[in-house]
């Protein structure tokens, strides 16, 4: 983890990468039919993945 920050920093040259996007923050911290969005794309990937992984 600590290294994967340091390449970070390296590739922004320090500079600290926002995004003020509603649907990316709908993404992260949003619902839908009363569950929360990040349990539902999880739910999904684990079905794709279980679904087409041999």
């Not at 709908?26 to 993945?49: D, E, H, R």
């Amino acid at each position: 983890m600590v290294a994967g920050r340091g390449v970070a920093q390296l590739i922004t040259a320090g500079q600290i990468v926002t995004f003020d996007s509603p649907a990316l923050a709908w993404l992260g911290s949003g619902s839908f039919l009363l569950f929360p969005t990040p349990v539902i794309v999880a739910a999904a990937t684990l079905l794709l993945f279980w679904l087409f992984y041999p």
